[in-house]
């Protein structure tokens, strides 16, 4: 069960002195402290209105530490096929616009087929793991084909190593496939922490369409879009069977002025089984062989969309839908399997995970990995950076210290520290900081007089 949240719309929960009279509604008063937190919904103000009427000489800013919700730059690491020509031009635009360090591409050679050999995938895995150092915890592949290793997607093989157990081995017949612990996970080093470089394809019909998928993350970046998700339930019983998640997550996203999230329930034939003709979507998730119509919406940047099926991840195409299509009209992340799966939904992205962690930071390559238990046919596509929720921005001002964050789980509980130095020792000035949703929210310290302070979940 969660914790009562502290954090109401238009509320202040305040200990020690906050710059109010300790008997004024929403306060509290700790004769044992002297540095207040403020923490409240963002609402149009970067800070504490005391803050910017307070004329007086500033002092100089505290050093606010934030906990790491993703990966970066250079913890990435580029796998280039020189055989392909569209992989490296791919590549040469992807290390430019990301600005990847040169060490982290792995240049490989091996035929551009749709299925890449064990032989061949054993050979450029050992190529991998010897250039790469234990610094590089994600994966960007720079080709569309091959989009399989024998019977695993190209991405699982290189992020877990090929092996069987990552496959449907009951003769042809429907199985389940082998879990991974990155699933629902808060690990911000995976290969630290687990063994495993979560990867994603940089897909494209040709290079100026993996080119602008690339520019579209790099666009996405920090810009806190509000548009639009469809969760959708068809009336294709065999491929909706995600739909409890959608209807879970839908219920628990509460605030539409974050982001409006709509579950669509057209199971019994009543309505439409497409999302069509919308012009700010930045999530789609739906099941049907091939989803029709998508080319009439418009897609932020940054947008997830998916469509459980058996081959979507046969790109550029398959004889359904294949999941470059959605890259093709402007999605910037999606994700299908290579092989027949049967529809065990622990194959497939999990949307009350990978919509709740991308909000909360993380880069698009964390959140989709986490939200597949068993990804193991599974091909992850997009842009592995995109970060649209990342910025954290920090004012000090009037002596208070603010952040601005989306990060609070509403699951969790947090405390803000203080200490004289980043060495510590660190001593909590607020404990139990919670939001009742998904939010971007202001947390504010006054009077912000300790030279370090540290946001921490309990």
């Given at each position: 069960?969660r914790?009562?949240p502290?954090?109401w719309?238009?509320?202040?929960?305040?200990?020690?002195?906050?710059?109010?009279?300790?008997?004024?509604?929403?306060s509290?008063?700790d004769?044992?402290?002297?540095?207040?937190i403020?923490?409240?919904?963002?609402?149009?103000t970067?800070g504490?209105?005391?803050?910017?009427?307070?004329?007086?000489?500033?002092?100089?800013?505290?050093?606010l530490i934030?906990?790491?919700?993703a990966l970066?730059?250079?913890?990435?690491?580029v796998?280039?096929?020189?055989s392909?020509?569209?992989?490296k031009e791919?590549a040469?635009?992807y290390?430019?616009?990301?600005?990847?360090?040169?060490?982290?591409?792995?240049?490989?050679?091996?035929p551009v087929?749709d299925v890449?050999t064990?032989?061949?995938?054993?050979?450029?895995?050992?190529?991998?793991d010897?250039?790469?150092?234990?610094?590089?915890q994600?994966?960007?592949?720079?080709w569309?084909?091959?989009?399989?290793?024998?019977?695993?997607?190209?991405?699982?093989a290189?992020?877990l190593?090929?092996d069987?157990?990552?496959?449907?081995t009951?003769?042809?017949s429907?199985g389940?496939t082998?879990?991974?612990?990155t699933?629902?996970?808060?690990?911000?080093?995976?290969?630290t922490?687990?063994?495993?470089?979560?990867?994603?394809?940089?897909?494209?019909?040709d290079?100026a369409?993996?080119?602008?998928?690339?520019?579209?993350?790099?666009?996405?970046d920090d810009?806190?879009?509000?548009?639009d998700g469809?969760?959708?339930?068809?009336?294709?019983?065999?491929?909706?069977?995600?739909?409890?998640?959608?209807v879970s997550?839908?219920?628990d996203w509460?605030?539409?002025?974050?982001?409006?999230?709509?579950y669509?329930?057209?199971?019994?034939?009543?309505?439409?089984?497409?999302?069509e003709?919308?012009?700010?979507?930045?999530?789609?998730?739906?099941?049907?062989?091939?989803?029709?119509?998508?080319?009439?919406?418009?897609?932020?940047?940054?947008?997830?969309?998916d469509?459980?099926?058996?081959y979507?991840?046969?790109?550029?195409?398959?004889?359904?839908?294949?999941?470059?299509?959605w890259?093709?009209?402007?999605?910037?992340g999606?994700?299908g399997?290579?092989?027949?799966?049967c529809?065990?939904k622990?194959?497939?992205p999990?949307?009350?995970?990978v919509?709740?962690?991308?909000y909360?930071?993380?880069?698009l390559?964390e959140?989709?990995f986490?939200?597949?238990?068993?990804?193991g046919?599974?091909l992850?596509v997009?842009?592995?950076?995109a970060r649209?929720f990342?910025?954290?921005p920090?004012?000090?001002?009037g002596?208070?210290?603010?952040v601005?964050?989306?990060?609070?789980?509403?699951?969790?509980s947090y405390?803000?520290?203080?200490?004289?130095?980043?060495?510590?020792p660190?001593?909590?000035?607020?404990?139990?900081?919670?939001?009742?949703s998904?939010q971007?929210?202001?947390?504010?310290?006054?009077?912000?007089?300790?030279?370090v302070?540290?946001l921490v979940?309990?």
């Open positions: 069960m914790r009562p502290l954090l719309l238009g509320l202040l929960a305040c200990v020690g002195a906050c710059g109010s009279d300790d008997s004024s509604p929403g509290a008063s004769a044992g402290t002297d540095t207040g403020d923490a409240a919904v963002d609402s149009a970067d504490d209105s005391e803050a910017s009427a307070d004329s007086a000489p500033e002092a100089q800013a505290p050093k934030l906990p790491k919700s970066t730059a250079d913890e990435l690491g796998l280039v096929n020189a392909d020509p569209q992989s791919v040469a635009h290390v430019a616009a990301r600005k990847i360090p040169s060490a982290n591409v792995v240049t490989l050679t091996f087929n890449m064990e032989t061949d995938f054993a050979a450029a895995k050992a190529a991998v010897a250039a790469l150092g234990a610094k590089i994600g994966l960007a592949i720079t569309t084909k091959p989009y399989r290793v024998a019977c695993m997607s190209v991405t699982s290189f992020a190593g090929f069987k157990k990552h496959c449907n009951t003769g042809g429907c389940p082998a879990s991974v612990p699933y629902d996970s808060d690990s911000v080093a995976p290969f922490d687990f063994g495993i470089r979560p990867a994603m394809m940089l897909v494209g019909k290079a369409t993996a080119k602008a998928l690339i520019d579209r993350g790099v666009a996405a810009t806190f879009p509000t548009g469809f969760l959708v339930r068809t009336t294709d019983t065999a491929r909706s069977v995600r739909w409890p998640s959608f997550l839908t219920s509460t605030d539409p002025s974050v982001m409006k999230l709509s669509v329930d057209n199971s019994a034939g009543t309505g439409s089984n497409v999302i003709n919308q012009k700010n979507v930045f999530f789609y998730f739906t099941g049907l062989a091939s989803v029709p119509k998508i080319e009439t919406n418009t897609y932020r940047p940054g947008a997830i969309a469509h459980l099926t058996s979507g991840g046969q790109v550029p195409t398959s004889g359904q839908m294949s999941i470059a299509k890259i093709e009209v402007g999605i910037t999606s994700f399997t290579v092989v027949e799966p529809n065990y622990s194959k497939f999990e949307a009350e995970v919509v709740p962690r991308y909360r930071g993380e880069t390559l959140a989709y986490k939200s597949v238990s068993t990804p046919e599974g992850f997009g842009e592995p950076l649209p990342g910025a954290e920090v004012t000090f001002a002596g208070a210290l603010s601005q964050t989306t990060h609070l789980d509403p699951a969790h405390a803000i520290e203080a200490a004289d130095s980043e060495s510590g660190f001593v909590a000035v607020q404990s139990g900081i919670t939001v009742p998904h971007r929210a202001t947390l504010t310290v006054k009077p912000a007089d300790k030279a302070y540290r979940r309990e």
